[in-house]
């Protein structure tokens, strides 16, 4: 699907480009661009990342935005669970909605929105590469069989949004905190 | 891989689509972002698996240095009446130990608590759920919520609020919708609630010596007795 738009786009460079040979040829050249580029919070950047759903108390959940510029992290469980609890060895976790929306007779599902903001089509998945036992893969929260993105990527037209949850495996994983990173990938289709 | 993506992209750009620059194309995006996963033992997580002095046979638990929860009703290590040393159960008889170990809802949400019939297998190779036999089928007993105590296997009448986890080997939701009386309920725990586990063995003339292992499953229901959305 690609590779027609990159061949009409080839197509068009060779077209104009005998112009050019044809014109002046040159075997190098300089030239200085300004590129500008700005950062964003995660809820402005193209592709926009947003905690959803309420903790336990101000910013306690287990999916928190903050920071300079704003970003998201997760910790499960949330650090208003208490301090002392965690994931049993050897089990798979499935955390579909924040810990505060338990008493919410409408609970707002997914800890995360991911949206795509930019103006292409986008597929989106997660990686996760780490050296400990755990292994930690995003779901489509609507997904009634709760496939993991990067097993079944799916697709976000610009302005589409999908709210994920966290699947958390622990396998032989120590007693012990662990600070893992998670990549979030969006790849023009 | 998407490095060429991401060249072709820049290749169109130089040609001269100066617009989509300005409205926000991007080719690929990667955002790494901090998870904090903290790994308790068994005893201390969010389904709680805790073995105590106040079960009354937690003499059978054990908790393993990896901190998870396991069972044993082979080794001598389990002190019987006056110094005896108990190696195992009887054959040819059905053996009901209750009380092993407490299963207690830890997190934010009601729950329903079982074991997938599926999950139970043997070290053997020997199917242990067939209900003929050797078997084996893991019981909650003192449950908080629901009031069934209908008959259980052989007719024998349920003590003690025992219902089988399994739901005699065909899994809660056919369990309900086949028994009389038997609700969501009575798998379900409340944050804060828990019931004890316990198993029903039942021994033929045959031995049987192996490792059966099982999968407990917790999914969280909206309120105490509702169905849970994953089965």
């Known amino acids: ?189 | 891989m998407n490095r060429r993506k991401f060249l072709i992209g820049a290749g169109s750009l130089a040609a001269g689509s100066a617009a989509a620059m300005g409205t926000g194309a991007f080719s690929t995006v990667e955002a790494d972002r901090t998870v904090s996963v903290n790994v308790a033992s068994d005893s201390q997580a969010l389904l709680a698996l805790d073995a105590k002095t106040e079960n009354e046979n937690s003499a059978y638990a054990k908790e393993q240095s990896t901190g998870a929860i396991t069972v044993d009703i082979s080794d001598s290590n389990n002190s019987g009446f006056d110094g005896e040393d108990p190696n195992g159960v009887n054959p040819n008889a059905t053996t009901r130990i209750f009380d092993i170990f407490t299963i207690q809802n830890q997190g934010t949400q009601p729950a329903a608590v079982w074991v997938p019939p599926e999950s139970v297998s043997s070290s053997t190779g020997d199917d242990v759920t067939d209900g003929t036999g050797f078997y084996i089928d893991p019981q909650a007993t003192d449950r908080p919520n629901g009031s069934y105590s209908g008959t259980q296997y052989d007719g024998a009448t349920s003590s003690n609020g025992e219902i089988s986890l399994t739901g005699i080997y065909d899994g809660p939701q056919t369990y309900i919708d086949n028994i009389s009386g038997a609700e969501w309920n009575d798998f379900t725990l409340n944050t804060g609630q828990s019931f004890d586990f316990g198993v029903w063995i039942n021994s033929d003339d045959n031995g049987f010596s192996g490792d059966i292992s099982m999968t407990l499953k917790a999914a969280a229901v909206d309120s105490v007795g509702n169905q849970p959305d994953t089965l």
């Not at chain 1, 996760?128 to 976000?156: F, N």
């Not at chain 1, 994920?164 to 662990?178: C, K, L, M, N, Y």
Request: proline fraction near 4%; charged fraction near 25%; glycine fraction near 12%.
């Open chain 1, 1 to 189: 699907m690609k590779r027609r738009t990159m061949l009409s786009g080839l197509a068009t460079l060779v077209a104009s480009g005998g112009l050019i040979s044809g014109t002046g040829a040159f075997s190098s050249m300089d030239a200085q661009r300004r590129i500008s580029v700005s950062t964003a919070g995660d809820n402005q950047s193209l592709l926009a990342l947003e905690q959803v759903g309420d903790g336990t108390g101000p910013a306690f959940g287990r999916s928190v935005e903050g920071g300079t510029p704003e970003r998201v992290a997760f910790s499960f469980p949330g650090t208003g669970e208490g301090s002392n609890l965690g994931l049993g060895t050897n089990s798979v976790y499935e955390f579909d909605r924040d810990s505060g929306e338990s008493d919410d007779p409408d609970p707002t599902e997914g800890l995360l929105r991911i949206t795509n903001q930019g103006t292409q089509t986008i597929e989106i998945y997660s990686e996760h590469q780490t050296s400990s036992e755990l292994e930690i893969e995003l779901y489509d929260v609507t997904d009634a069989e709760k496939i993991a993105l990067r097993d079944k990527p799916p697709e976000l037209n610009t302005g589409d949004s999908i709210k994920v949850g966290f699947r958390i495996q622990t396998f032989d994983a120590e007693i012990q905190g662990f600070d893992e990173t998670l990549t979030i990938v969006a790849d023009a289709v």
